[in-house]
């Protein structure tokens, strides 16, 4: 990418995105566990596109209860401390994966299952 503008990406930042469906559930997962700030909210038949910020990245989900032929995902989130996101992801109903464990690769990491079958890899560098 050349030039000092990003006039072309929405909001200006985040070239990459990953784009998720799921439940309407969804977005208090994502609020509750990793404190996303909404950047925008749209009405979508019988759901919502809502685009959040988390951290320095952008994340885009399509929520609501029908979807046909949609994928599920598997995202990795850097977090202050694993331990307590995955506290609040079991809390707010996702299916443990893998518990809080200090990795090899000198992060601690964590995975848990949202209720649409998303997979969320959660960790923390601890180098």
Known sequence: MSGGTNNHIRHGFGTVRP???GHLDLLDFVNQVFEAEELERHKTGTGFHVEVKIGDAVVVLE??????NATQASIYV???DTDEAYQRAIRMGAQSLEEPTDKPYQERGAGVKDTF???WWISSYIG
């Open 19 to 21: 784009y998720l469906y």
């Open 63 to 68: 929520v609501g209860e029908s979807f046909k």
């Open 117 to 119: 079958g998303n997979t």
């Open 78 to 80: 850097y977090v202050n």
